[in-house]
């Protein structure tokens, strides 16, 4: 589709054509989008697809992951996560009382309630390193196109926690990290390592080189991981949170986040990660203009920064 005309100073009113001469403004092209999806075996049949009620299918998904709904037009069953995919994978450890559970729960419905993301979050206990865990997680991670990292002493520690951040790498997924803020008092700690629920390492520049020595020499006995992999990715974001003294725990200030969980999906999510691999000059060649592309993005980033300014003075 193209855009042919703009009918009014407002960007959502634009219309757009599609190549059979069927006309809409972006803003019902979005409405539209954001209630219905279309069904992915009609689609690979490349027949006209039955829609699915978005609704529906997250309501389906939020109870079970390995969800199907049956597709009248194709009468067939078809995987809901293949229908409505989670595009943000938060990745935690549950931290002592459920206390990074509880933050990124909120983080969630921040960033659900804020854009039009959806989020993959993992609330039946992935601790258990089963077989049916292990898939749901290829799952998420393979699937989505963001992976945001909550890190902890207990994640750098956690066996399943480095397996989802393998993943991500081996997938080529974006990562964002955000550092977990420490709750309880290192000194009052008990022998379940209660501070260990957030990030006690370097925060500084090169801040992942740290990680090693948090998470102690065993670590890698059960899983190994490159930690020098986020070198590729933007500083991490800080989480600021409070305890109540009833256990509750409440985060503040979460629109950074949002607007760089929005920003990055809204870019594409593959990333090649690691050093310029000698002996393949297309790879080369993509990491040489890596620079270029996020400039020319950051440049369209603030363009459409100025055009809602506008917009909002025109409105006002």
């Not at 037009?73 to 450890?93: A, G, I, M, T, W």
Request: hydrophobic residues 35%.
């Amino acid at each position: 589709m193209e855009a042919v005309r703009a009918d009014s100073t407002n960007a959502q009113q634009l219309q757009i054509e599609c190549q059979r001469l069927h006309k809409q403004t972006i803003k019902e092209v979005l409405e539209f989008n954001s209630s219905v999806a279309p069904c992915p075996s009609c689609l690979k049949a490349k027949q006209p697809p039955h829609f699915f009620s978005r609704p529906t299918c997250l309501s389906l998904l939020a109870r079970h992951l390995e969800a199907k709904i049956y597709c009248k037009r194709c009468q067939k069953e078809v995987d809901v996560l293949d229908v409505v995919p989670p595009q943000v994978f938060l990745s935690y450890n549950w931290g002592h009382d459920n206390s990074t559970q509880k933050m990124v729960r909120q983080v969630k419905q921040k960033i659900e309630d804020t854009t039009s993301l959806q989020c993959w979050l993992d609330v039946e206990g992935g601790i258990n390193p089963g077989e049916d865990h292990m898939q749901r997680m290829e799952h998420g991670v393979s699937r989505c196109e963001l992976f945001v990292m909550f890190v902890s002493d207990k994640y750098v520690k956690s066996a399943n926690c480095r397996r989802e951040y393998r993943r991500a790498c081996e997938t080529g997924k974006y990562i964002i990290p955000v550092f977990v803020p420490v709750l309880f008092a290192k000194e009052k700690d008990s022998d379940k390592k209660e501070s260990e629920s957030g990030w006690t390492g370097d925060t500084a520049k090169d801040w992942w080189k740290s990680i090693a020595g948090v998470a102690g020499p065993g670590a890698d006995e059960d899983v190994q991981v490159d930690w020098n992999r986020l070198a590729s990715f933007s500083d991490p974001l800080e989480l600021k949170a409070t305890r109540h003294k009833d256990g509750s725990v409440e985060v503040s200030d979460l629109n950074q986040l949002v607007a760089a969980v929005q920003a990055r999906v809204y870019r594409g999510s593959f990333v090649f990660h690691g050093e310029t691999q000698e002996g393949n000059s297309f790879l080369g060649m993509l990491h040489r203009q890596r620079e270029l592309i996020d400039s020319m993005l950051a440049r369209i980033d603030k363009l459409q920064t100025m055009l809602r300014k506008n917009e909002d003075s025109l409105e006002g």
